[in-house]
C-alpha cells in the first residue's frame, strides 16, 4: 500500500477542514454562511440529517431553499458531497435537483456525490413517523418533520431493516424490500393512527429502482473520496443540519432530532477524521428559535415574541410551521459552543433586533430555588428552569444596510462583544439581512 502523502502527517493545520454548525436549536442561517464559504473550498458535505433541513441561500434576487443537497452546489467547481451519515429520501433529491437544473444550475451531473453508506428512506418509514410521533411519555408531541428521519435512523442502527444507497445496485434489492415489507406490514397496521395501506413490494421495488438509476451516476464510495481529498490537501467545509441543542446524546432529548447535529457527528457521519478539521464555526441567530415540540427556557409567548417572528419571518424553511421565539440564551449557547470546541461565531440576523429599547440575554437559570450557569441535562429540569436576564440597551437604527461595524450603532456593538464573552468565541461574521453582500466578516474569516 502506498504511504500517506507527507501533508496528511503534518498534523491539524495541514489541512484547513472547516465547520459550520448551529448552537441552537436550528434555522440558525447555516445555509447562509455555507454559501459564502464555499468559494473558499474544494468539497462541500453534507453529513447527518436529512430532509429534514431547510436552508436558504439568497443570491441577487434568486432564493434557494436546499433540504438534502449541499448549500455548495450553487457554486460552480466545488464538488457536493451527501456523505454516509445522511438518510436520504431519493424522490427528495432527484426533485431538488431537477429544480436547481430548471432554475440554470449547472455541472449538478458532475458536482454532486452521494455514499453508497447512506441510508435509504422508504415509504414505512414516512408512516411510522406519522404514527409514533406523540409516543413520548409526557404525550407532548417531538413535532418531527413527518420526514422519516427517526424511523429510517433507527432501522440504521437495528440493521436487519435498513436499506443503503449501495443495497439498490445489488441482486438482492428486491428480496430485501419483499422481506422488510413483509415484517413491517403487521406492525404498521397496529401502529397506524390513520387508515393502513398495506405496503406494496412490487410496487416501492419499482419506484426505488428506478430512483436508483437516476441517482447512478452520482453514487460513489464519498468515504475514500474525502479521505483521499483531506490527505492531498484539499479543502473541505461541513454543512452541519439542524442545531447543536437538537443532537440526538446532548441535546434536549427526547426533544431532539435522531442524529449527531452538535460538533460531535462531523466525523463519525463524513468519515473524516478530526484531525482534518481545524476550524469550527459556531453559527448563533441574534435570538432564539424553535420549530416543534420540546423545552424553551427564553421563549416568549408575547407580544416580543411575536415582533421577533414578524421581523424575522420566523415560519419553518420546510414545514411552514410558526417558529417558537425568544431571548438569546447565552448559557445554552455557551454550552453548545464547548460542546463543538468551536473557534468562532457568525452572528445571524442582527438586524431583527433592532426597533426594541432593550434586549434581554439569559446568562442564568434559577432551577429549584438555586442558581446554575450550566445547561441541565434531563428534559424535566430543562422545563423547569426560569431564565436570569441581563438587560442591555436595544438600538432604533435599521441595520440592513450596513457593510462594516463601523456603520453599527454603538448599543449594537455592545450587544455583540457581550454576546462573545458569554459564549466565549470571538465573533468572526455578523450578518444583517438573508443577502450574500449583507454579510461583515471580522477577524479569522476576513483574511
Ligand atoms: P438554516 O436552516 O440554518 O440554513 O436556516 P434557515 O434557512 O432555515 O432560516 C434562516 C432564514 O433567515 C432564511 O430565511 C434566511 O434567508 C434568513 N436570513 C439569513 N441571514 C439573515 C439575516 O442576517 N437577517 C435576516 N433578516 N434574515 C436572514
Ligand atoms: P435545519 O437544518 C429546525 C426539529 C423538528 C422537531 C425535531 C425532530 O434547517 O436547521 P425530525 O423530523 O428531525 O425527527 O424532527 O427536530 N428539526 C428542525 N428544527 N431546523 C431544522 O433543520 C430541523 N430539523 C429537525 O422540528 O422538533
Ligand atoms: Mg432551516
Known sequence: MAALPA??????????G???????????????????????????????????????????????????????????GVTSVIAGGVVINPAKAIE??????????????????????????????????????????????????????????RDKVGRSQAVRFGDMYRPKFRERIENICAAKNPVLAAIS???????DPAAIYKQYQAFADRLAPHVCDTT??????AESGKRLLFEGAQGSLLDVDHGTYPYVTSSNSSGVGI?????????YINKIIGVVKA????????????????????????????????????????????VAVR????????DAIAVMLLDVLSGLDEILICTAYELDGQRITHFPAHVDDQRKIKPVYESVAGWKEDLTACRSLTEFPDAALKYLDRVSELVGAPVELVSVGPGREQTILTGGLAT
Open 18 to 76: 472547516t465547520c459550520v454548525i448551529g448552537l441552537q436549536w436550528g434555522d440558525e442561517a447555516k445555509g447562509k454562511i455555507v454559501d459564502i464559504l464555499t468559494p473558499r473550498n474544494d468539497f462541500v458535505v453534507r453529513y447527518q440529517g436529512g430532509a429534514n433541513a431547510g436552508h436558504t441561500v439568497k443570491v441577487g434576487a434568486e432564493v434557494y431553499k436546499l433540504s438534502l443537497l449541499p448549500s455548495g452546489v450553487l457554486t460552480p
Open 335 to 342: 454550552y453548545t459552543a464547548r460542546l463543538g470546541g468551536v
Open 287 to 330: 435570538y432564539s428559535t424553535r420549530v416543534g415540540g420540546g423545552p424553551f427556557p427564553t421563549e416568549l409567548d408575547n407580544a416580543t415574541g411575536q415582533y421577533l417572528r414578524d421581523r424575522g419571518n420566523e415560519y419553518g424553511t420546510v414545514t411552514r410551521r410558526p417558529r417558537r421565539c425568544g431571548w438569546l440564551d447565552a
Open 193 to 199: 393512527r390513520e387508515k393502513f395501506e398495506p405496503l
Open 267 to 275: 466525523s463519525n457521519g463524513s468519515g473524516v477524521p478530526a484531525k
Open 96 to 153: 431538488e435537483l431537477d429544480e436547481l437544473a430548471s432554475r440554470g444550475v449547472q455541472g449538478l451531473e458532475r458536482n454532486l456525490k452521494i455514499s453508497d453508506r447512506a441510508h435509504v428512506i422508504l415509504p414505512w418509514h414516512f408512516a411510522e413517523d406519522r404514527a409514533l410521533d406523540g409516543g413520548v411519555a409526557d404525550g407532548e408531541n417531538i413535532g418531527t418533520t413527518q420526514r422519516g428521519i427517526g424511523p429510517c435512523y
Open 224 to 229: 475514500e473520496m474525502l479521505l483521499t481529498a
Open 7 to 16: 501533508r496528511a502527517l503534518q498534523g491539524n493545520n495541514a489541512v484547513p
